[in-house]
């Protein structure tokens, strides 16, 4: 009998599970997913964990629980501390693995361009603590301002940095929060006149979309009384305020709570393998997702830098991963079977991003979708590829009653006393 082949996956998110799905109960293979949580996050409705639409679990689900028919498969909650190509070993610690294939899906980080100090003043969103920490600020901030109404201007002041689908979700979802589902909940003030900047550097909000969902989503976002702001660039970042620069020049503006939805990068995992790497830290890989000089580590998702036949790279959105998933755990089965290796194709499965209630921009080819109809397609999407049964039926629910109610019931603040004190620090 052929020896089974050990696979290692790097990551339990899109692209490591959808390799985990291919490879499960395979017999060629034994498989070990590796990861420094114990749950696959469902990143693109982390928002809304930040606005106090849905909680935690309804965007978690144990990897473990995922696994659990798959006899093949091991899973490990661990944080990788190395990688030996030459010995085709990966290290936990004290502990070390041997592969035969090892893919790496790690995902993406938040970048702040070499300005990591700003670190310190804002608020990123790429996990399940960073959309818990701005919620707690958030709900915090309208709390102290229902104690200390004279400051209820600078308190209810918000800045998003980044014009990109994360930073249109938030902004959008925000000043719903505000303007409509908690204002009929305080007394002393009128959460209605938060304010909320969004920040964009380049000319249009989400640049990556058709220009005319950019314009649109602007004037959107606009009528929902946000404040945004284009061409603007973040020169300095200090506690509670930012400088920012413009045509019209420079300005500073003061802020109770600034998120930071400007940028990616791959995780330091990337940096401690000797390659190729682009701006972004991402591995720059080839045609087939493997490494140069290395064909049995694949590096998918976030994490890689996959050039596509436009000559631009793939876009780190969900679907990509998934796709590169899937694409790397069949090569994988092929090779073993002696079958020859080929290119990976993507297939743009379009553009989405909610600006708010009854309110969304799509893109597929040559169609262009906006409002309720595209809403309504957004809807659908993410809760087709939500993971988990249990997971989607909780959210259909929170959504359907959130509809009809203008409710958001997640809106508890964790360790208020401690908010309190580093608000005064």
Not at 121 to 127: A, E, R, V
Not at 257 to 284: F, Y
Not at 300 to 313: F, L, Q, R, S
Request: net charge positive.
């Amino acid at each position: 009998m052929t020896e089974k082949k050990h696979v290692i996956i790097i990551g339990a998110g899109f692209g490591g599970l959808q390799a985990v799905k291919i490879l499960g109960n395979k017999k060629d293979v034994t498989v070990t997913i590796i990861d420094k949580t114990n749950h696959h996050l469902f990143q693109p409705l982390l928002y809304q964990i930040a606005s106090a639409v849905l909680s935690p679990a309804d965007i978690a689900i144990p990897v473990r629980l995922l696994t659990e028919d798959y006899s093949n498969v091991t899973v490990v909650m661990d944080e990788v501390t190395g990688i030996d190509k030459t010995s085709k070993t990966v290290t936990l610690g004290d502990r070390i693995m041997k592969y035969d294939y090892l893919i790496l899906a790690t995902g993406a980080r938040t970048s702040y361009f070499g300005n990591n100090d700003w670190m310190k003043y804002t608020y990123g969103l790429k996990n399940l603590n960073d959309a818990l920490l701005i919620r707690n600020r958030l709900l915090f901030a309208f709390e102290e301002a229902e104690n200390h109404p004279e400051r209820a201007a600078e308190l209810l002041k918000f800045v998003i940095i980044g014009g990109g689908p994360t930073g249109v979700e938030l902004a959008g979802s925000i000043a719903e929060l505000s303007r409509r589902i908690i204002r009929k909940d305080f007394r002393n003030i009128d959460t209605a006149k938060s304010e909320i900047i969004l920040i964009e550097g380049g000319p249009d909000l989400i640049p990556s979309f058709d220009r005319k969902l950019s314009v649109y989503t602007k004037i959107q976002l606009q009528k929902r009384g946000v404040n945004v702001l284009l061409n603007t660039r973040v020169m300095r970042i200090e506690k509670n305020k930012a400088l920012l620069k413009s045509f019209e020049g420079e300005k500073e503006i003061s802020t109770s709570l600034m998120i930071w939805a400007a940028g990616i990068e791959a995780v330091p995992l990337s940096s401690s393998i000797a390659g190729n790497t682009d701006r972004q830290k991402r591995l720059i890989v080839k045609n087939d997702c493997s490494l140069e000089d290395h064909p049995e580590i694949f590096a998918i998702g976030d994490i890689a830098h996959y050039t596509g036949e436009d000559g631009k790279p793939l876009p780190g959105v969900g679907p990509v991963a998934m796709q590169q998933g899937r694409y790397a755990a069949r090569t994988i089965l092929n090779e073993i079977k002696g079958k020859p290796r080929k290119a990976f194709k993507y297939f743009f499965k379009g553009n989405m991003a909610t600006i708010g209630r009854k309110d969304a921009v799509t893109e597929f080819r040559s169609l262009r979708l906006t409002g309720f109809i595209a809403w309504l397609a957004w809807l659908f999407v993410h809760l087709m590829y939500q993971v988990g049964f249990k997971n989607k039926v909780s959210i259909l629910i929170t959504w359907i009653w959130s509809y009809f109610t203008f409710g958001a019931g997640a809106r508890v603040i964790v360790n208020p006393v401690q908010l309190k004190n580093l608000s005064e620090s």
